[in-house]
């Protein structure tokens, strides 16, 4: 069954169905959009014309706040933390959620649905509920206020649904492909690379953003693993704009436009693929 958005020549019900859905997704638009525009128009006022005039346009572009927030409150720093921490837990995710994907939707055995089951354990069961476990574990390994256990946790984090969406795009790949593969030589890794991975890009895409957006945003585990200044995350540098009796909302909001920006470049660059791979199986 099709549904036929074409306004011309469509009836009056058809006409007056179209047009309502038309303003609900024009007004959802608007709800998405204007708290971001008014976020991003903020940061170019002062706290104090913001409180005296929150919804009005700034008088003039004033980049000031920015260079105190990149340079004076250290959110440059803030910045290359939460972007490296990201790229890296992102790539081992990739590499070993694949991995891990391909050897569940490929190779039969007898524990093989267990492997699976336990995959998806990790996405019932959420990683801040065993905190004290992991911070005595993480101390006990001498982790604590280093990168290191943060990255190791969200690649813990980001494996369950990874494994989950990529073993179904795998299962979907044609097993006489393989079949071909095989005849000319290729090994189970040259399979992988060559043939698997590139039909599953648009998958690659899919859990690319919907791991990477979580991390990048994440504040709880940067607040308890990582203790000293030049480690903090822009999440947790953004608390330092809250005062105890004051907020400077003009450079919290400057900060915030500065950490949405990589989440947006991120999306515009790969929602060609993103959308392809949550629409992939739904049109035959």
């Known amino acids: 069954m099709t549904t036929d958005f074409r306004f011309r020549g469509a009836g009056i019900g058809r006409k007056l ?5 038309e303003v609900i997704l024009v007004t959802y638009c608007l709800l998405i959009f204007y708290p971001l525009a008014n976020m991003v128009f903020s940061s170019f006022k002062s706290s104090r014309d913001i409180l005296r005039a929150p919804f009005a346009l700034p008088t003039s572009l004033d980049f000031s706040n920015y260079v105190t927030v990149w ?3 250290g959110f440059g720093r803030y910045f290359f933390n939460s972007l490296w921490i990201t790229a890296t837990s992102m790539i081992f995710v990739l590499i070993f959620g694949s991995m891990a994907a391909y050897g569940v939707s490929r190779y039969k055995y007898r524990l093989s649905t267990l492997v699976y089951m336990l995959f998806l354990s990790g996405i019932m069961l959420p990683l801040k509920a065993a905190i004290i476990p992991l911070f005595i574990l993480m101390k006990k390994l001498d982790l604590v206020d280093n990168p290191l256990s943060v990255i190791l946790i969200f690649i813990a984090m980001g494996l369950p649904s990874t494994v989950f969406i990529l073993s179904g795009f795998m299962k979907a ?4 492909l393989e079949y071909a593969a095989r005849i000319d030589g290729c090994s189970d890794w040259a399979i992988y690379r060559k043939i698997v991975m ?3 890009a648009p998958a690659i895409t899919l859990v690319t953003i919907y ?3 979580p991390i990048w945003n994440d504040f709880f585990f940067p607040l308890v693993f990582l203790q000293s200044a030049k480690w903090k995350t ?3 540098g953004l608390t330092s704009f809250f005062g105890q009796y004051s907020t400077d909302w003009s450079l919290l909001f400057t ?3 500065i950490a949405v920006v990589p989440v947006l470049i991120l999306y515009l660059f790969m929602a060609k693929y993103f959308i392809r791979g949550m629409t992939a199986g739904a049109v035959k």
């Open 211 to 213: 791991n990477a957006v």
């Open 17 to 21: 169905t179209i047009t309502l859905i």
């Open 255 to 257: 900060g915030l436009s």
């Open 173 to 176: 790949v044609p097993i006489d």
């Open 198 to 200: 590139p039909v599953v």
């Open 234 to 236: 822009l999440p947790v």
């Open 71 to 73: 340079v004076k409150r």
